[in-house]
């Protein structure tokens, strides 16, 4: 059985807004918005 490789990305942006349950809303610098 082959095991799932994790792999992770490190991405800069700006804390948008500020949301119920210690949740953020992040722009990135491409202008996407993130959770």
């Known amino acids: 059985m082959n ?3 994790e792999e992770h990305i ?3 942006g ?3 807004s500020v949301l ?3 949740m ?3 722009e990135l610098d491409n ?3 993130v959770l």
Request: aromatic residues 6%.
């Open 14 to 16: 700006v804390v948008a």
């Open 20 to 22: 119920a349950g210690t």
């Open 24 to 26: 953020f809303r992040v």
């Open 31 to 33: 202008k996407h918005m």
């Open 3 to 5: 095991q799932a490789k």
């Open 10 to 12: 490190e991405v800069e």
